[in-house]
């Protein structure tokens, strides 16, 4: 029979066991609320980050939305044998100011470098047939040499296949800094042989001379600078017109002799008669702005090469008589010290003579060799 201290124990203990409960159930309750809270925590701040993620990306996108008010103009702009577009002028990668011609049986290694060490900053080749420069390796072999000093140099070609051309490009583009399209020889063989000057007409060869250079740009990634030297046409319009054609098929330098092409047929003044009409080459850099231009003719002395420059604000001057006859021609460009250029011009002299192959003999001064 159970007492009644016995029946105040167990009350008491059971009132115990249900504090405990409580207790333990209030911590289980604080614990989740805890957790609870902490989930709703990073939940929260998800969500204003995905908020914030989302005001950057649309005002980024505003930013780069166009405004349609703008788009007018430069769709105007973009027009064939527009100047200000296709800007052509800071491809070319050296120095193009004092420029040694493309001369047949002179401009060939020996000479080049000499005319490099007294103050040439460029040098061109002689012109080589792409044609036989592609298919006759004995041929690429005689009429090709070359050397770490010789640079930068342009390899100088004649061509009337946009392929020849192509190919020609390829077999040189790791040996030179430039290849030149010739389309200014006025020789009886260019006439024979349909290349140079006489690819100048106005009609289906304008379409093929395009096509060569388009080629020459694109047979070798990346692409090596294709140059042009031209003759002027008959008018001062076809000229600049020919000259905007050459750069929008991808030309980055224009070289211009500036003396009239030749016609095989001609009455009056030969093609290399007369002094050269550099006035044209004034009008033409005015003209075409977006592409390098070199004023080639009438230069003699280094003051000739001050004047036609101050003439024509070309982007260099480009010399074939008058360095083949002083190939220190752009000394002074060094410096104004006057005992110093006449001790290089009496140590050039002689030097020339290794410059060529028949006899030590220098050649006889031709300007037909200028092409």
């Not at 105007?76 to 047949?104: E, G, R, T």
């Not at 230069?299 to 010399?319: E, K």
């Amino acid at each position: 029979m159970a007492t009644p201290d016995s029946d105040m124990e167990s009350t008491e203990r059971s009132k115990k066991e249900d504090r405990k409960k409580r207790k333990e159930e209030s911590k289980k309750d604080s614990k989740g609320s805890k957790k609870e809270r902490k989930e709703k925590k990073k939940k929260d701040k998800k969500k204003k980050e995905s908020n914030k993620r989302h005001l950057s990306d649309t005002s980024k996108e505003e930013v780069l939305v166009p405004d349609p008010t703008q788009q007018q103009p430069t769709k105007k702009k973009k027009k064939h044998n527009n100047d200000n577009d296709n800007d052509n002028s800071s491809k070319l990668p050296f120095d193009h100011a004092y420029i040694v011609a493309p001369m047949v049986g002179a401009s060939e290694l020996p000479f080049r470098l000499l005319t490099r060490k007294y103050g040439a900053l460029l040098a061109y080749t002689p012109m080589m047939s792409s044609v036989r420069f592609v298919r006759e390796p004995s041929y690429r072999n005689e009429i090709f040499q070359t050397n770490p000093l010789d640079r930068p140099l342009v390899c100088h070609f004649s061509a009337n296949s946009p392929t020849d051309f192509a190919k020609a490009v390829q077999l040189v583009a790791d040996q030179c800094d430039a290849i030149d399209l010739n389309l200014g020889c006025p020789q009886r063989t260019a006439f024979v042989g349909h290349f140079g000057s006489y690819l100048l007409d106005p009609g289906p060869d304008r379409q093929l001379i395009c096509d060569i250079v388009r080629a020459g740009v694109e047979a070798v990634s990346p692409p090596k600078p294709i140059l042009v030297k031209i003759r002027l046409l008959e008018t001062l319009d076809e000229t600049i017109q020919l000259c905007r054609q050459l750069k929008d098929a991808g030309a980055s330098l224009i070289a211009i002799h500036a003396r009239k092409r030749a016609g095989w047929e001609r009455k009056g003044p030969g093609a290399r008669d007369g002094p050269a009409k550099l006035e044209f080459v004034t009008q033409i850099k005015q003209a075409v702005p977006n592409i390098p231009i070199i004023a080639n003719g009438n230069v003699i002395s280094y003051q000739d090469v001050l004047d036609n420059q101050t003439l024509t604000n070309a982007d260099g001057i480009m010399s074939a008589e008058g360095i083949l006859d002083n190939p220190a021609l752009f000394l002074p460009r060094l410096g104004n010290n006057e005992t110093t250029i006449q001790q290089t011009v009496t140590i050039v002299d002689p030097l020339l003579h290794c410059c060529f192959k028949d006899d030590a003999t220098i050649p006889p001064l031709d300007e037909s060799n200028n092409t």
